[in-house]
């Protein structure tokens, strides 16, 4: 029982990353727009933080210039999705090799040579974290992951309960209808997807400050997409997203408890380590179909 215990509390810090991109994509496509550059994304935000605690050794400023990566990234994805109107898939696979060779050449030119970065410490909450089952899930976590249960309520009252909320979807599934109406469609996108752009580079972030402790070329390894199917898999719902990854959570946590847990112990290790990306695949095909807007992916010229 221990070790389901630790592993559900592990699922739960791992699955935080791909759960900030996830929910910031939300945004994202509720307005109409299709940043398949997530991944890209994510890796700006990790190397600004990483880079910056190597300097300066402050999880705080290291945030800080995580979130600055997600600023710089979307000021080029917007200029290219929204402002030249560029096909979006085949720009955000050219951002996401963009991202990866520079974010290399800038690590081996500047960094040193392994991007080591302590992690942030789990907060105390006292007598709760002796809670049975509960309190060693709950109550023995980092900052990240409160904070990030915080943001997905609130991108849920911002979506279903503002406004805002109405309006971006009016973008993303009759924009002309709406632009008509007075609402500024384009204005709109952008700040959706500079939402998406924050998210996902405080993903990265977290990615290395909270899970893994270094950064090393490419250390997305693939979560900017786990991230776009969460949203598929969480039927475009904040809530939806937060319960598809914590099982995306679980099954990557079985690469580290895979000779503890009885039926995992006589697998090989690599196919643990690949599980969470075939799960997810598997997931998808088989998972009911969810509905993207309307208008999503498509240009908007008035």
């Known amino acids: 029982?221990?070790?389901?215990?630790?592993?559900?509390?592990?699922?739960?810090?791992?699955?935080?990353?791909?759960?900030?991109?996830?929910?910031?994509?939300?945004?994202?496509?509720?307005?109409?727009?299709?940043?398949?550059?997530?991944?890209?994304?994510?890796?700006?935000?990790?190397?600004?933080a990483a880079f910056t605690f190597q300097l300066w050794g402050n999880?705080?400023?290291?945030?800080?210039?995580?979130?600055?990566?997600?600023l710089f990234a979307w000021a080029i994805l917007g200029a290219l999705y929204l402002w030249r109107q560029t096909e979006q898939i085949v720009t955000g696979l050219l951002f996401n090799l963009f991202a990866f060779g520079f974010t290399a050449t800038v690590f081996s030119r500047y960094t040193k040579e392994v991007g080591e970065v302590?992690?942030?410490?789990?907060?105390?909450?006292?007598?709760?974290?002796?809670?049975?089952?509960?309190?060693?899930?709950?109550?023995?976590?980092?900052?990240v992951v409160y904070a990030a249960v915080v943001i997905v309520v609130g991108v849920s009252l911002l979506l279903n309960r503002t406004w805002f909320g109405l309006r971006i979807k009016a973008a993303g599934e009759m924009p002309l209808v709406a632009y008509e109406n007075g609402v500024p469609v384009m204005r709109l996108r952008w700040?959706?997807?500079?939402?998406?752009?924050?998210?996902?580079?405080?993903?990265?972030?977290?990615?290395?400050?909270?899970?893994?402790?270094?950064?090393?070329?490419?250390?997305?390894?693939?979560?900017?997409?786990?991230?776009?199917?969460?949203?598929?898999?969480?039927?475009?719902?904040?809530?939806?997203?937060?319960i598809a990854s914590f099982f995306f959570g679980i099954a990557a946590s079985l690469q580290f408890y895979s000779d503890q847990l009885p039926f995992t112990s006589g697998g090989a290790r690599y196919f643990w380590v690949a599980f969470p990306y075939v799960a997810t695949l598997v997931a998808l095909a088989v998972w009911r179909k969810a509905r993207y807007p309307a208008a999503i992916g498509k240009e908007f010229i008035v």
């Open 1 to 48: 029982m221990a070790l389901i215990v630790t592993l559900l509390a592990a699922s739960l810090a791992l699955c935080m990353p791909v759960l900030l991109a996830a929910v910031g994509e939300l945004v994202n496509e509720r307005a109409g727009v299709l940043n398949i550059g997530l991944e890209g994304v994510m890796l700006f935000g990790a190397f600004g």
């Open 59 to 70: 999880f705080a400023l290291s945030f800080v210039f995580g979130l600055i990566g997600g």
């Open 118 to 143: 302590r992690t942030l410490p789990k907060l105390s909450f006292g007598p709760l974290t002796d809670i049975p089952v509960v309190g060693p899930i709950l109550f023995n976590q980092n900052i």
């Open 191 to 242: 700040v959706a997807l500079g939402i998406s752009c924050v998210l996902a580079s405080l993903g990265g972030a977290a990615l290395v400050l909270s899970e893994s402790g270094i950064f090393l070329p490419g250390i997305t390894s693939g979560a900017g997409f786990i991230a776009l199917a969460m949203v598929v898999l969480g039927r475009f719902s904040a809530y939806g997203i937060l």
